[in-house]
């Protein structure tokens, strides 16, 4: 049975991984209560499944690795901000963990820079520290991701819907998939990592997705969900990749977030956010222990 620890409650992970944790077919290799460290305790209430435990790990780092102390596994759901990763690497080094699965998620980072120069390149460095801390890490990567009721809308900007113009502004082709994971999935695959007999064995990167979807498949199901017919205009892989070069030479820009991920879907396969294989079996044998969840 795993010991586990958790931080980042706050984002879109939280909940499921902890739900996906306390549910068969991981909850009886789970060693309760799962330590869900939170800077603040009072937005939850502590269970025999887990304990809230208030802890700051870049102000009061030294409190937390003492509550950590024999943990088996440590997963992190926390946004890419330097300071945190600083101080939980200092953590994971200081409690040593059979398996810690960092906050990759999203796309496949070594792909993208083929694209985009040192994307996302602070994700890539924080695993190489835990690597170098002599620390077995896991990174999860998922493609898109979101909750499957609002999957289509929350995805269809990224692939280029303006709503209030009502049109759609394809970067590449429109039949150009993109691979998702619905984040019950993401609770699944997490949780199926941390409750793993021999966390040595897993691979260093686990590539996972519901399922892949096209642009324009996307786009159809947000027309029949909006009841609207958009305007479409293409812009060819090549041309989007020129003006990707020109924009992405100017510095990173967190507003243009979205963009950077349509121009990464623009140049198809294997390029950061569709992937060719995955390591479903991996987590999931056969989809013997969930039913992929698609849209």
Request: no cysteine.
């Amino acid at each position: 049975m795993s010991s586990i620890a958790v931080f980042g409650l706050g984002g879109f992970l939280g909940n499921p991984v902890l739900e996906s944790l306390q549910q068969a077919p991981f909850a009886d290799k789970v060693k309760f209560p799962i330590l869900a460290v939170t800077r603040d305790t009072s937005k939850y209430t502590s269970t025999d499944k887990v304990k809230y435990i208030e802890g700051d790990v870049v102000n009061d780092r030294d409190a937390v690795i003492k509550e950590l102390q024999g943990v088996d596994v440590i997963v992190e759901l926390v946004g890419p901000d330097p300071s945190v990763f600083a101080a939980t690497e200092k953590v994971a080094a200081a409690v040593k963990p059979k398996l810690y699965i960092p906050s990759q998620f999203g796309v496949d980072i070594a792909q993208s820079q083929s694209t985009l120069p040192g994307f996302l390149g602070l994700k890539t460095d924080h695993s190489t520290k835990l690597r170098d801390a002599g620390l077995k890490v896991v990174d999860i990567v998922t493609g898109l991701f979101g909750d499957k009721d609002s999957f289509v809308t929350h995805t269809s900007a990224i692939v280029g819907v303006d709503e209030s113009a009502k049109k759609v502004t394809y970067l590449g082709s429109p039949k150009n998939h993109f691979s998702y994971t619905i984040l019950s999935d993401i609770g699944k695959t997490v949780a199926a990592a941390a409750v793993s007999p021999n966390p040595s064995e897993l691979p260093d990167l686990l590539r996972v997705n519901s399922g892949t979807i096209s642009q324009e498949e996307l786009v159809a199901k947000f027309e029949a969900a909006k009841s609207v017919k958009l305007g479409v205009k293409e812009v060819s892989a090549e041309e989007a990749l020129a003006e990707a070069k020109k924009v992405w030479a100017e510095g990173f820009n967190g507003n243009k977030f979205l963009y950077y991920l349509q121009v990464l879907i623009s140049q198809g396969k294997e390029k950061g956010l569709w992937f060719g294989d995955n390591d479903n079996d991996v987590v999931n044998p056969s989809g013997s222990a969930w039913k992929w969840t698609t849209v």
